[in-house]
């Protein structure tokens, strides 16, 4: 039968659309191929969404060429074909992001149909590339906002929310699964449903998702800085979702953020992260800045700086601007040097490194449940609390487990070391026994 390789780049959101697609071909009766010399085709999922996120697609595509196979370039910078051809002018097929069907049918065209006895069962949930004990669920597609740096409407189009009814089937299904994580993403989960006209919206679905049983982690990615935030807080307190609240902030200086069209009120935004910690003390939130944004002065700088200081976030990630081929931004004036944005970057991640060291330090002494990621030959875990997302915020390391200890378990264990980033415990219990059964891919 036809085998397929896959390449998956860029953020979560892509990695739900390639999962999607490997259903699709495994239930069509196509092999998905690891190794990409004995693929009769790959498909590369590209990033386009800032220039070293095109470099790693363009360098992904040249990979996957050099092993015979033809290519199909799919994705944000799919939507660039003009761009792909100049650089690979070779490829099969480029072709832009939500055309899964225009995907397969090039897939058949290119190494022919599969026969119906090939063809495979998949989870209604589908595929996942994670690992199987959690899972990114998708609840919209698109984007409402014009932020000048960004380009996600013209890439993917404007929102087109899910109904509450399709996400939970989905939900159900993995919980059915053993799934015991989901992390709900979207271009930005706070503003789902805004596009129906029945008063859906994000609360609305965490009621639902409040429903599933044995309840699991539910985690918020994406979060929009609007008002709904404010209506998010009860449902960590409450333990619908997890207190974990991912915010991307991009910038504290309101001339910088009007610059950027985004939020400007900063004062309010450190009243509301109060009133956030008033309402759920133990809540973890994590957000995005930019540094080195055209027009951005030392002043501007100072600004970000001071409210880093006082709004003492549990997680940031900093990026230095980087040009977007068609954002607004690219056309402001005030450039600032790539020096200048990198040791902005650093002076920033120095900063926060100190206050996630302290405020990790106020972990130590203090149980909590965890969920494994790894465990190692050597029996050595690899866990997370509530507070820590995977991939993107640090780890607890646990050297000696107490009995029988699986990935995706959930332990409980006391925190005795911590440094900027990770932690160490000890582990007390294993709480929830292993039953997974995962999908194997054919």
Known sequence: MPRIGVVSLGCPKNLVDSQRLISALLAMGYKLENDFKDADVVLV??????????????????????????????????????????????????????????????????????????RQSVPSSGVLLTPPHYSYLKIAEGCRHHCSFCIIPDLRGSLRSRSIA????????????????????????????????????????????????????????????????????????????????????????????????????????????????????????????????????????????????KARLDRVGTFPYSDVEGAQANDFEGAVPEEIRQERAQILMELQEQISKEKLQQRIGHTYDMIVDHVSEEGVMVARTKYEAPDIDGIVNIYEPQGDVHEGDIIRATVIESTAHDMTAVMEENITPRTHIPFKMG
């Open 166 to 309: 399709n996400i939970m089937a989905e939900a159900r299904d993995l919980v059915a699964r053993n799934v015991r994580e989901i992390m709900i993403i979207a271009q930005d989960s706070s503003d789902y449903g805004a596009d129906f006209k029945d008063g859906t919206n994000l609360l609305k679905l965490c009621d639902a998702l409040a429903t599933l049983q044995p309840h699991p982690w539910i985690r918020l990615h994406y979060v929009y800085p609007s008002k709904i935030v404010d209506d998010l807080i009860p449902y960590m307190r409450d333990g619908v979702i997890v207190p974990y609240l991912d915010v991307p902030l991009q910038h504290a200086s309101p001339r910088i953020l009007k610059l950027m069209k985004r939020p400007g009120n900063i004062e309010h935004t450190l009243e509301r992260i109060n009133a956030w910690r008033e309402i759920c003390p133990d809540i973890s939130i994590r957000s995005n800045f930019i540094t080195g944004f055209p027009g951005e002065t030392d002043q501007d700088f100072n600004e970000l700086l001071d409210f880093v200081q």
């Open 45 to 118: 999922n590209t990033c386009g969404f800032i220039e070293p996120a095109v470099e790693e697609s363009f360098d992904a595509i040249y990979d996957a060429q050099s092993q015979g196979a033809p290519v199909v370039v799919m994705g944000c910078l799919g939507a660039q074909k003009d761009k792909v051809l100049a650089q690979y002018p070779d490829v099969a097929a480029v072709i832009g992001p939500g055309r899964r069907a225009t995907v397969l049918r090039t897939v058949e065209e290119l190494v022919g149909k599969p026969p119906a006895m090939a």
